[in-house]
C-alpha cells in the first residue's frame, strides 16, 4: 500500500506508482524568487513553444528585497515584465518569502509544486509532495504543467510525546539532522507521523518539513488532519482542505523513531548543518549579531514567543538584534500585536519582510571573525556575506536568549 509520496505522484500522473518509477506528473503550483527565477525566464524565451502554466506559476522578488543593487534591479525587472507578459503572479519586495506566501495563500494538502529554491520542501508541512528544482526544470514546468519525477524512496519518522519547556521544532529538525548527517537521507521522502505530530501544529511542522533538504532529502511531508484544516480555516481557506494520510501498511526504506520528551535545546556549529550538539555544550560562546527570521522561523508564533521573553528586557549591549517577519501578513499580525514595538523598545531591529541576512545580498552581513547566531537553516561558510565569519544554528527562543545574554544561552533561563 502507498506511503504519503506515493500516493500523490500516483494521483498527479494518473497511474499507481512505487518507489523507483519513473513518471511523468501534472504539477499543481510553482514558484520562482529572484535568484533563480532570470535563467528560467531566459531559457523559456529561447524556446518557442506554448507557455501552458503561467496560471499556476508565481515569481517572488525576497532574496534581495528591496534590490541592493543595478544588477539585481535589472533581474527584477525581468521578472515583473516577463510576469506581466504571461499574466503569471508577481509577487513584488514586501510581500515577503516565497515559501511563506506559497502556503499562506496557495498550496493545499495532496499538491505537486516545485520551486526554484531548494527549500520549496516546506510546503510538505501542509501535506504536499513540494521538492526543489534547477531554473531549467523548473522553466520545463512552466512550459508544459508537467515534468518527469523519480519516484523517491521514504523514510518514516515516528513522531512521539510532548515538547518540554524550551524545546521547539527547531531544536528536533536539527536532532534529526544531527543523527543522519547532510547526505543521510539524500534523494528520499522523509514522512512524519504518530502521536507527536498530531499534537503538533502547522507552523512547527513547517520549519521540519523546510530543514527536510539539509539532509539530502527530496521532500519533507506530513498528513494532513485537524491541525491543517484549522490553519487553513484561518487563512480563509478553509475549502483548500482534504484529507491525505499513508496507508498503515505502507513500505518505508527505514523507520526511525522520536520521543519529543527526549529532544533538548540543539545548534548547529559553524559550518555545516549537521555538526549539532545540545546548547549546553555551547553555553558561553560570545554572539555579535542574532538573527531571527527566514521561511524556517519567521512566522508569527515564533514572533510572539520572541516578544514574550523580551518582555520588560534590554538586548545585551554590543549585540545586533536583526527580527524578519517571514510575509507582509506576519508583519502585519505582529504590528497587532505590539511584537514589533517591543522588539525595538528591547533594542531589535526590524528588517522588511525577505531573505536578506541568510543570503546575504544585504542587511545584517558580518564583519571578520563575528558570530552570528541564527534561525535560518544553513550556516555554510560566507552564508551570510562573509567567509570570515561563524554562524550557529537555534531555535527563536534560543536565539533571543542569546541576545538577551550576549552569549548562547539556555532558554529555560528566560522562561
Known sequence: MPTLTEKILS??????????????ARIDQIALQDGTAPLAIKQIRDVEVEIKACHITHFFVDHASPSPRKEL??????IREFAEECEADFNPPGEGIIHQIMVERYIKPGDLAVGADSHTCTYGGLGAFSTGMGST???????????????????????DGEFSKGVYAKDLILKIIGDLGVDGATYKAMEFAGEGVRKMDVESRLTIANMAVECGAKAGIFPSDERTREYLSKLGRGEDFREIIADESAEYEKEFYYDLNDVVPMVAKPHNVDNVVSV????????????????????ISDLRVVA??????????GVRLLVAPASRRVYLRALEEGIIKRVVEAGGVILPPGCGPCVGIHQGVLADGEVCLSTQNRNFKGRMGNPEAEIYLASPVTAVASALRGEIADPKEVL
Do not use: H
Open 280 to 299: 549546553e555544550e555551547l553555553e558561553g560562546v560570545r554572539v555579535d549579531q542574532v538573527y531571527i527570521g527566514t521561511c524556517t522561523n519567521g512566522r
Open 11 to 24: 494521483e498527479k500522473s494518473g497511474r499507481e506508482v512505487r518507489a523507483g518509477d519513473i513518471v511523468i
Open 308 to 317: 514574550e521573553i523580551l518582555k520588560g528586557r534590554d538586548v545585551r549591549r
Open 137 to 159: 526544470d523548473v522553466a520545463v514546468a512552466i512550459m508544459l504543467g508537467k515534468n518527469w519525477f523519480r519516484v523517491p524512496e521514504s523514510f518514516r519518522f515516528e513522531i
Open 73 to 78: 534591479s535589472n533581474d527584477q525587472k525581468l
